[in-house]
């Protein structure tokens, strides 16, 4: 699975956009992104994933380059409940149960009233 | 909306003893996993479980551990003889499977286990 790179830590103002970067250079084009988040003390959460369209759900957006080797999510509009470590994982296109998350340190994003 | 429980959400053990964690996952899932995080550390991956057997565990999961899905709703995680280091929080997961490629996970809130 292609390794993951992302900031250790970043702020975000309530109300404004937050965009969390990763990198995933050395990813194959079988290879999704995936975004989960872990609040406090709480359970990893899925936000959203992409193959290399940008995607949007009621959580996010996620806009990956044209080369794959990077991508974004977004929140929109971050609260104060955004406050989270946030992972993104790359997982290969598999029909199976072998899809383990292998989760590294994250993002920690902290956003500021 | 469908959430994966799970049961104790607090356990607490003395060293030797034996606990079993449960979950019950999303109830048309087809996929079952089980990760822990120690405290400050990253979160783990320990088992996936499909069609009834495990599909694939870390090198974690030795023989001092075991799952079992005994009823076709629940999804248990034994621990035949705890040990200190088996203190972390247990996350349950489960995920749906039905389409071609990887779906996304859904994780219970926790069991904290406490070996003393």
């Known amino acids: 699975d292609a390794k993951t790179t992302q900031p250790t830590s970043m702020d975000c103002a309530e109300g404004r956009a937050a965009n969390l970067p990763c990198n995933h250079s050395?990813?194959?084009?079988?290879?999704?992104v995936y975004w989960y988040r872990q609040i406090h003390s709480q359970g990893p959460q899925y936000i959203i994933h992409?193959?290399?369209n940008n995607e949007t759900n009621e959580m996010a957006s996620l806009i990956i380059t044209e080369d794959r080797k990077s991508s974004t999510l977004i929140l929109p509009h971050a609260t104060l409940r955004d406050t989270a470590v946030y992972y993104c994982?790359?997982?290969?296109?598999?029909?199976?149960?072998?899809?383990?998350?292998?989760f590294g340190t994250g993002t920690l994003l902290a956003v500021q009233p | 909306e469908p959430e994966v429980t799970q049961t104790p959400s607090h356990q607490v053990t003395q060293m030797g003893q034996e606990v079993i964690l449960r979950c019950v996952p999303i109830?048309?899932?087809?996929?079952f996993y089980w990760y822990r995080q120690i405290l400050g550390q990253k979160v783990e991956f320990l088992v996936s479980f499909y069609n009834n057997e495990i599909s694939e565990k870390s090198e974690i999961f030795d023989d001092q551990f075991s799952v079992e899905r005994p009823d076709g709703s629940n999804f248990t995680l034994k621990i035949r003889s705890t040990k200190l280091e088996d203190s972390a929080m247990y996350f349950c997961a489960s995920s749906g499977g039905l389409r071609q490629g990887n779906d996304e996970q859904y994780f219970g809130p926790g069991t904290r286990l406490t070996v003393t």
């Open positions: 109830s048309n899932h087809l996929y």
């Open positions: 994982i790359a997982l290969p296109f598999f029909g199976g149960a072998t899809n383990k998350l292998i």
């Open positions: 992409g193959l290399k």
């Open positions: 050395t990813i194959s084009g079988n290879e999704y």
